[in-house]
């Protein structure tokens, strides 16, 4: 069965440094979403692209983060500098529609310690 | 903004046992409500989704109520095993374009 990639499964860095994830949605999902899971909390969206374009992303921390999805294939979300606020799971999820409804499929996601 | 609660946060049952999540929202003007099972350190595998017109979905031994107007859902889960045991997260989304606001879960231990 086609999974949702994400690399790298975990990640250490020191606040100040540069981070970035890669996500590999499923082959066809036009939609693909980034998510922040804070533990114990419930993952909360950071940004949402249709093919190569960013749907929403109201909740990203402009400032220093960034994503982008240049084919319109796989994702790249990167955090300069990071900060300790910043460890969390990020998950990626990409959807189709099923039913009539878009599904969500999620990778394992990307843990972040930052010290 | 719209607040997702789920009570408890988490629940220990034995075997066999029929057990019920709770899941509560503030903003009724949802387009659908949404249950995932999340187990440790991994990502999240959609469960059953709920369109808000409906009143109920069912997959297997999970049945998943909507009350729109009371703001709250529910996901029974009948005659549970071991391999239930996870977190479960209810979300609502409010356009249908599955950006989603979460519960905080509730953790689920099936007790063999």
């Known amino acids: 069965e086609a999974e949702v990639a994400q690399s790298p499964r975990y990640k250490i860095t020191e606040k100040s440094q540069a981070v970035a994830f890669w996500c590999d949605p499923i082959?066809?999902?036009?939609?693909l979403y980034w998510y922040r899971q804070i533990l114990g909390q419930g993952p909360e969206l950071l940004v949402q692209?249709?093919?190569?374009?960013?749907?929403?992303d109201s909740q990203l921390p402009k400032d220093r983060f960034s994503a982008e999805r240049l084919k319109g294939v796989d994702s790249t979300l990167k955090i300069q500098p990071a900060e300790l606020g910043d460890s969390a799971m990020y998950l990626c999820a990409s959807s189709s529609t099923t039913g009539g409804y878009e599904k969500l499929f999620f990778g394992s996601g990307t843990q972040l310690s930052v010290l | 903004k719209q607040e997702v609660t789920q009570i408890p946060a988490a629940l220990s049952v034995p075997e066999g046992e029929n057990l019920v999540l709770n899941c509560s929202f503030t903003d009724s003007a949802i387009y659908n409500l949404q249950w995932f099972r999340q187990d440790p350190g991994k990502g999240l595998t959609s469960l059953l989704l709920i369109q808000s017109s409906q009143r109920e979905q069912t997959s297997g031994r999970l049945n998943a109520s909507l009350d729109k107007s009371s703001g709250r859902s529910t996901l029974y889960i009948a005659a549970s095993q071991p391999g239930d045991s996870a977190t479960y997260l209810c979300a609502s989304d409010q356009t249908g374009a599955n950006n989603l606001f979460f519960g905080t879960g509730t953790r689920l231990t099936v007790i063999p």
């Open positions: 692209f249709q093919d190569e374009s960013v749907v929403d």
């Open positions: 082959s066809g999902h036009a939609t």
